[in-house]
Structures are given as C-alpha cells and as structure tokens.
C-alpha cells in the first residue's frame, strides 16, 4: 500500500503535526486484520458435508473406504485452495471483516499507549488494507472538544482516495486534515511529544 518513501513522509507528516498541537498522532496501516482461517475452513467443511451425498452417485467398485478418502481430498484441496487470499476475502461477510478490523484498531490504541496520554489526547488513524477499513479513534481529551462527525468526513474522503488508487496520497491528506483541527482546537503548550513519530506496519 505505500513505499519507502510514503513511509517517511507519513513520519514527517506526524512529526509536523505535533509540533503544533499537545495531541499524540499515531498511524498504522494492517496488511489484514485477521487470517481468517476458521472461516475459510468453515466453508471447506461445509461445501465438503454437500458434496458427501453424492457418493452414491460414484462408480459401484469404489468402495466406502475409497470414498471417505475422496471427501477428505475434497475437504483438504478447498482448504487449501481458500486460503488464496483473494478469494479468502471473498468469502468473508464484510460485516466480520469489518469487526475484525475495529478490534484491532482498538488494541492498537491501547498498544500503542495512545491512552495514556498526558491529558488523554490520543489520535489513531487505521486502516487494514485488506478489508478496505478506515477509523479514526479518539481519547476522551479529543474526542470532548471535536465531534466525531468531522473525523467521519475525513475517513469518507480518505476512502474515495483508496477507491481511486492513491493510496499514499489519501493517508497525507487524511494527517493534514487531521493536523488542521488539532492545530486549532489543541494547540501545543508545554506538553511534549513522546510518542513515535512513524508509520506503523502490521504484516
């Protein structure tokens, strides 16, 4: 999703950010949120129990042994064949995929330490690749003084970015726009950064 190069500007982005205002900014980007094996086997299994019908649709000299064989090497090659990852996300419900995504993004702000901010004015911006899943959280310090339906407007800008494919782009954007309120809303004042300035990729 971004380069070397995004990488470095999203550190400087953050670190421009937080010269001008007391919030701690934090950006992580997951490849996946979740490898979805269970679900994946799920559907092995389940498409494997629809198919064990038809074993009497088989030949008369392939015996029940044979055909228990048959099924496993069913189950067994659409488990395999579901874990390609494409088709892994396919067959997710977007509404796990989603949820799968929103708990991550909330123990990487607890992970991250995000809550134990001086004056509890943490910000994470989230995004797992994979499901097309773009959050922004806030402590209680932020969240008092901004509604959350102006984070809203920038995580539906930052996702008609992504559907344009500016990836690296969108994510600057989305930082600035978040800098701009924090800027005029938490100005710095002696609370200091402590916090990394970078990127964090979750592979």
Not at 131 to 147: F, M, P, S, W
Not at 149 to 174: M, P, S, T, Y
């Given at each position: 999703?971004?380069?070397?190069?995004?990488?470095r500007q999203?550190?400087?982005?953050?670190?421009?950010?937080?010269?001008?205002?007391?919030?701690?900014v934090?950006?992580?980007?997951?490849?996946?949120?979740?490898?979805?094996?269970?679900?994946?086997?799920?559907?092995?299994?389940?498409?494997?129990l629809?198919?064990?019908?038809?074993?009497?649709?088989?030949?008369?000299?392939?015996?029940?042994?044979?055909?228990?064989?048959?099924?496993?090497?069913?189950?067994?090659?659409?488990?395999?064949?579901?874990?390609?990852?494409p088709?892994?996300?396919?067959?997710?419900?977007?509404?796990?995929?989603?949820?799968?995504?929103?708990?991550?993004?909330?123990?990487?702000?607890?992970?991250?330490?995000?809550?134990?901010?001086?004056?509890?004015?943490?910000?994470?911006?989230?995004v797992?690749?994979a499901?097309?899943?773009?959050?922004?959280?806030?402590?209680?310090?932020?969240?008092?003084?901004?509604?959350n339906?102006?984070?809203?407007?920038?995580?539906?800008?930052?996702?008609?970015?992504?559907?344009?494919?500016?990836?690296?782009?969108?994510?600057?954007?989305?930082i600035e726009?978040?800098?701009g309120?924090?800027?005029?809303?938490?100005?710095?004042?002696i609370?200091?950064?402590?916090?990394?300035?970078?990127?964090?990729?979750?592979?």
């Open positions: 999703m971004l380069s070397n190069t995004y990488q999203v550190a400087e982005a953050i670190k421009e950010i937080e010269s001008h205002t007391d919030a701690e934090i950006a992580v980007v997951a490849r996946k949120a979740d490898n979805y094996l269970s679900i994946s086997t799920l559907w092995a299994a389940f498409l494997t629809l198919a064990a019908p038809l074993i009497e649709l088989l030949p008369f000299w392939i015996n029940l042994q044979q055909a228990v064989t048959l099924l496993w090497v069913l189950f067994i090659t659409l488990a395999v064949l579901f874990r390609w990852h088709l892994t996300m396919r067959l997710v419900p977007k509404k796990i995929k989603f949820w799968r995504a929103a708990n991550l993004a909330r123990r990487q702000f607890l992970e991250q330490g995000l809550h134990t901010t001086k004056g509890r004015l943490g910000l994470l911006i989230f797992a690749e499901e097309h899943y773009v959050e922004i959280l806030t402590d209680k310090g932020i969240a008092q003084r901004i509604n339906d102006h984070w809203q407007r920038v995580v539906e800008n930052f996702v008609q970015q992504i559907k344009r494919g500016k990836a690296g782009e969108a994510l600057l954007l989305c726009q978040c800098g309120v924090l800027r005029e809303t938490i100005p710095t004042s609370i200091k950064d402590k916090l990394p300035n970078h990127l964090i990729i979750i592979n």
